[in-house]
């Protein structure tokens, strides 16, 4: 499969070269076949085209084709535009700017997001769901191969099936342009940090129905963390024909290869031994080595075939099949240092080294209808899909029997050195997911100001865990999941809203017992309003949620240490969990010069017995973005995102508490055309070298944001 893949990018990348080559050697088109070629391209679907805002794209919350305005939850789209402007080279970049998104870097090369009190866990690529592992992480995915980021925040069941009621991420990927085209970019950065990114987009037909697209980057530099390196490749390559004026095919890969260097596993300590903080510890503070890596490879294929009915209706199909490996040479450490002296007061104390390697597979299929009907005299939108899908994910662990001298972390020199791991395993597990889900969801049109749309997914899911401490093997059957909204049009840009819905979520949580816990069960329900400005170039939106789980898994207070053998920690269920809030949200350009992102975002989780479950998740998010031309040559832009205090109870050597203060990052961007299609940008992040923890909480260990960085980059369009 991955040689295939590869062979597939290769092939594509070859293709697009010589056509491109060809292309510049011939004459233009006449002016009569681009006329039939845009007349040919205009009847593909032209009739599923949704009007509205500019940002009217998604379809992530109920598979319908409505506008945001007319979907009854939060949904906000981050586009090339944000991405390219602050330079969001990932996934996690990007979510540092999405509303209500709490995205956490808790070591060097894993990351996690948090909504609405509870973890992200859902993914989608354009639309089919993806299972979440930090250990594989599409969190570090390159952004060069997307055109466009979706969130929907609370429930998303209705497509997704299993799922926490936070957040869905939707990564659309870019397909071939209209027109030939693209760009090239060369940057450097910060600690020694490089860059090359290419894209362009080329019709390989003379009818122009076979187009293919292709993109790349390529990146390596050291960081503000000591040690810590990347070197990190992906290459995309996508090909659409239009086999009719009514079908469309398109088949697509990517490969993306990550070889950090210096990576730590866990982060760093919260506190001392005496029970004061560890926040005086510098940014480039590691408990890693020059020898710990996370190695991480993926390759990815996906197949997706549309066809539009001359009725109005439409058909998808979807495949996607997904291989990743990761090897890691990994040390854990979880101790209190001496404040004097920076060493374990135990002089026994060892740490846990690993050398993991693991293994995933993911395949995918999807079909879905849409269309319009007619009822009771008046014309309403069906939907209705399945989904098949399955993850196997088999790791495996090797120890040592060296003894580890750990150095002082205030003098850590180059850490620990190399120990021999041994050849014989200290244990396996087996993780094996299968999810079949059969959905729809309909769009009443009651009046012309007032819609409902009723849903349901029924859905099958069978999990497998093997484990040297427990093996469990559950099925959840035709767990039913229901979907309702009501929106109310008042005005011809104003909208009001309010949703239902109620969600599963297996979880791969153990009690002390190595017993792996029942799935989580809640609801979600949202009311808000939504309304377009400015001839619709500026959206506003303001929603109320509250969140209800029963059976959430939390670490369990009462054992504290790893299961035998293992560095996985104890849960228990907690019954009545509940999250509410409010967000506010406000996008889009009120002037053809000035481009604003604004986002305002109140939290708060509480057990069943009214405390906070998750004091370290701020409870106040305010993120803000504006961008603006102050001539045909000049851009500047600039983000601040801020954050309110958080803390870690009872996780001190005597039971203290940490405090995280609040905190504001800023970012600034200028851009400036050199002209003869040439521009010269400079990104300037966390422009006041503000000191804070991304994360306070991931085995209740500390990791610090980055320092005051910048990169400077120059970009060719053709």
Known sequence: MKAFARNLVATTVAS?????????????????????QAEAQEKIFEHIKVTGSSLDQATTATGLPLTLRQTPQSISIIDRT???????????????FAPGIQAQQAETDRYFFRARGRDVTNFQFDGVPIAYNS???EALADSVIFERVEIVRGATG????????????????????YEDGGYASVGIGSWSNYRFEADHSQTLTEDGNVKARVAMAYEEGESYVDFSEKENTQIYAVVTADLSTQTRLTVGADYSQRNPKGSMWGALPLFYSDGTQADDLSVSTTTASPWNKWGRESTNIF????????NGWDIQMDVERREGEMDGHLLYFAFFPDKATGKSPDPDFQP????????REQTSFRILASGPFELFGREHQLTAGALYAEQDVNATSYGITDTIIVPSLFDWGNGVPRPNFSDTPAYTTLESHTQEGVY???????????????????????SLSESPWATSDYENSSVNTPYVGLVYEVTDIISTYASYTEIFQPQNAFNVDGELLGPIEGSNSEIGIKGDFFNEALSASFAVYKVKEDNLAINDPNNTDPLPGTTVFPS?????????GYELELNGKPTDALNIFFSYTHNESTDRDGSDYAPYLAEDMVKASVLYTTSNALKLGVNANWQSDVSNPGIGPNGETFIRDSYTVVNGMANYNLGKNLDLSLNVNNIFDEKYYSSIDFYNQGFFGAERNFELSLKYAW
């Open 352 to 359: 846990s080294p690993n050398h993991y390697v693991s293994d």
């Open 82 to 96: 944000f991405i390219d402007s602050f330079s969001l080279d990932s996934v996690a970049d990007v979510m540092q």
């Open 572 to 580: 228990i269920g907690v019954d009545g969990a509940e999250s509410e």
């Open 135 to 137: 250990f594989f992480s």
């Open 440 to 462: 729809a969801a309909a769009q009443f049109s009651l009046t012309d100001e007032f819609t409902a749309i009723i849903g349901n997914r029924l859905t099958n899911y069978d």
């Open 158 to 177: 209705l497509l997704t099936g299993a799922g926490e009621p936070s957040a869905a991420i939707n990564l659309i990927r870019k397909r071939p342009k």
């Open 16 to 36: 697009v070269l010589l056509s491109s080559a060809a292309v510049a050697a011939q004459n233009e088109d006449s002016a009569e076949k681009n006329e039939q």
């Open 303 to 310: 197949a997706q075939l549309e066809h539009s009915f001359d």
